[in-house]
């Protein structure tokens, strides 16, 4: 059958709408030249010749970015309000999963307004009107993200300990240092580096990592207020995906005298983002009562197949796989234990709970790591249960030493020998400076000047500056860590410690009306 | 039942089968959409539907909007039609694509001879007023004894609307080829379908191309050549780097040479990867991406680029171009895919969308 007859009027695209509609609303400077104007566009040798080159993949007018942001937000919220209304959160696996959740909101939160704040220096930096648009957009969406996350603090601190302290803990506590210093090593990078760190590979080549098997795992675990905030932000996510990897085929196109330096960058921030990940690992190993996939499972899917791919696509510009990619392969089946041993150790430390794996989880960890974890992993596990059994459960009171680039406790076994611990120096200006790996180790011989500076959680407290104000070392009967734990906010006894015999635990069986021993059946 | 999808603004249609989502249909047609997660989360391949109705199936709320739905968009990695459907896509229009409808021919082989040792040529009588196509388009063709038609390249330029040509190279294994080689004859009644394929010059731009073939990947750029030089009188800067494993696969050999004599503004590169005694080779030695970069000193910088050959051959090319610094925008590549192809396909990223 003959549909039309009549020919409808030719129709625009809509990059061509798009360009009609936004046309001239860009504008070259007059009264100020450009070099002022964008006075930080230049220094890291990235050379730019065109900007028009740029092509913006989104064209979304800021109209219709607040409607979609908005209708977003109405659902979310509908959803947190019946989850709170309906005591959601009785609804998880089990108390301990929560301990995923306070990890992940206590030390995302901040890194998300980090990220806000990068992206709005960005939307300000960059020449070009598309480049700088999405950037600013992008701003907006990180702190929406921050606002959602805060919101699912406040329910979850109704009734679980440890984060009622968040944002005061943020600038102290050890381990929020390492996320901390992630990004703020970021937003104080030109701005180049800034967009292949974040937008290309931590949004781009790592995010799935973060968000597939942790969303999967909070849907698994019932958290559906956390599952729900997954899908809000991963609308978001792919329009930032989208913007690392234009940003890199832009640079990489323009000159090639950017290649070595985009090179560089990815090599950094691979290996950054690696060992920020190292949090995830041990959160899909050893954090959650139900598990979805191994580190090495997840490793295996999302960085050596599809990085591998984009690699592989991104070896046309001549562009190769980052640095010490291998070591992260070798080590995927230790990563997690190494970690999670870590925060077993300094868990009186921390405002988390930690706790050694059942004889169920440790049959899981058996299967998932064959060649590791009977051999090197457990014994360790089993006497600190046989220690735990016995009424001592094994706290590490010292004070462990740094990766001064990472932040990250010298915890991580030698690529090519699991029972070495890998250690790292470099002699810079007559000190001594300690690194967890190669690619740490590499990243500051780079820029010494940068890293020397780096506020070190450990030495800070062994320098004193980790007190309150007024507080003497040097008065008899000096408690340093109870001191050191006013100085986090942290409430000892509560916040911190083994999960087992903890406040959080306590609350759990009440409000489930179990036993301790059928708590430790169902989980 | 099926259900036809015309997308705004190309213009151009495709089916779309019971329980198959737009997106999987129109990659499987060859049309392009853009998309990322293919599971209804992330809203890259969001589609307007102009006309018609859909199914939205499992497209997540945070990705398609109520007031989206409710103007009539829809996500095409998640939606079934059910009705016949007009949607406006994010896509390209192609300045210099023509509308041709594809359309069902009935012919009779005029002509089966040997360009090579592995490759014949196939001439087609067309019956009616033969086929209206663009240069470099292919065709499929039915062959008797075959379950699905097998596609080929036009090797004769436009103006030959009622005798098409085609060059098949004898697949190891391959029933199709095999087949053509083996037992077509002058005589025999044929049907084909077409024009199909994206694979034109863009003459709009009026930048210097470069033909990059091997193989029996020759026939696009054969016609594309012809059909610039000789119907349009086109002046610019056409270079064909043509690689052929030895002289005796090297066909139109003569063809080329002719032309470079009758047009100044054609250059012709022919490569040999391995050359024997016999071939009394004085030209390249090498790829055709190595007869490339050596004939443009590794700068290709301000041409359009258009790939015609096996996978590997048409891999190496990019990288050749795009470490020279001509980039996805100007490459333009028909891959002659087999079925031992397919299985060692690399998996991609999202960072190219056509190359």
Known sequence: ?523 | MAYQVTVQPLGVSFEVEDDQTLLDAALRSGIYLPHACCHGLCATCKVQVVDGEIEHGAASPFALMDVERDEGKCLACCATPVSDLVIEADVDEDADARSIPLRDFSGTVQEVFDLSPTIKGVRIAVDGGGMDFQAGQYVNVDLPGLEHPRAFSLASPPADANLLELNVRLVHGGKGTTYIHKDLKAGDPIRVSGPLGRFFVRKSDRQPVIFMAGGSGLSSPKAMIQDMLETDGDDRRITLIYGARNRAELYYHDLFVGLTERFSNFTYVPALSEPTEACNWEGFTGFVHDAAKAHFDNDFRDHKAYLCGPPVMVEACIRTLMQGRLFERDIYTERFVTAADGNKAVARSPLFKKI
């Open chain 1, 1 to 523: 059958m003959e549909k039309t007859t009549a020919t409808p009027p030719k129709k625009l695209g809509l990059k061509e709408k798009y360009a009609l509609m936004t046309r001239g609303l860009g504008w070259e400077p007059t009264y100020r030249g450009a070099d002022e104007l964008y006075d930080q566009i230049k220094f890291e040798g990235i050379k730019i010749h065109d900007w028009s080159k740029w092509e913006d993949p989104f064209r979304l007018t800021m109209e219709s970015y607040w409607k979609y942001q908005a209708e977003k937000e109405r659902k979310l919220y509908a959803i947190i309000d019946a989850f709170e209304q309906n005591n959601g959160h009785l609804n998880v696996s089990d108390g301990r999963y929560v301990n995923t959740l306070k990890l992940f909101l206590t030390g995302i939160t901040p890194a998300e307004y980090g990220a806000h704040r990068l992206f709005a220096m960005l939307g300000r930096q960059f020449p070009g009107v598309g480049a700088a648009i999405a950037c600013q957009m992008q701003a907006i969406d990180e702190l929406r993200h921050v606002q959602t996350q805060v919101h699912t603090i406040s329910q979850y601190n109704k009734f679980f300990s440890g984060m009622s302290e968040w944002r005061h803990m943020t600038d102290r506590v050890w381990y929020m240092s390492v996320p901390k210093s992630f990004f703020e090593d970021a937003m104080t990078a030109g701005p180049f580096e800034q967009m292949i760190a974040i937008s290309f590979s931590l949004e781009y080549l790592l995010t799935n990592l973060v968000f597939m098997p942790f969303m999967s795992a909070a849907a698994y675990n019932g958290d559906m207020a956390t599952v729900t905030f997954g899908f809000s932000s991963q609308s978001d996510e792919a329009r930032h995906m989208t913007l690392g990897l234009e940003c890199i085929k832009f640079v990489l196109e323009q000159d090639p005298a950017n290649v070595p330096i985009v090179q560089r960058y990815l090599d950094k921030w691979f290996w950054r983002g690696y060992r920020l990940l190292s949090l995830v690992s041990m959160m899909l190993d050893y954090m959650l009562p139900k598990k979805v996939m191994s580190w090495k499972e997840a490793w295996e899917i999302y960085f050596v197949q599809n990085g591998g791919s984009l690699f592989n696509d991104l070896s046309r510009y001549g562009i190769r796989m980052p640095k010490y990619w291998e070591q992260t392969v070798a080590s995927a089946d230790r990563l997690s234990h190494e970690t999670w041993n870590t925060f077993y150790n300094f868990a009186g430390a921390a405002a988390f709970h930690s706790w050694a794996p059942s004889d169920e989880d440790m049959a899981w960890l058996s299967e998932k790591y064959p060649d590791t974890f009977d051999q090197h992993y457990r014994p360790r596990f089993e006497w600190y249960r046989e220690q735990e059994a016995q009424g001592k459960r094994f706290y590490n009171n010292s004070l462990p030493m740094l990766c001064q680039t990472c932040q990250i406790p010298l915890n991580a076994s030698e690529p090519d020998d699991p029972t070495k611990t890998a250690y790292r120096e470099v002699e810079h200006e007559g000190n001594k400076y300690h690194f967890c790996s190669d690619g740490c180790r590499d990243i500051f011989c780079h820029e010494p000047e940068k890293y020397v500076q780096a506020w070190l959680p450990a030495n800070q407290v062994l320098q004193g500056n980790c007190f309150e104000p007024g507080v003497d070392p040097e008065a008899p009967g000096f408690d340093a860590a109870a001191e050191l734990f006013k100085y986090y906010r942290l409430t000892p006894g509560q916040d911190n410690g083994d999960y087992r015999g903890s406040k959080d635990e306590a609350n759990w069986l009440k409000w489930k009306g179990l036993a301790p021993a059928d708590a430790a059946e169902a989980a």
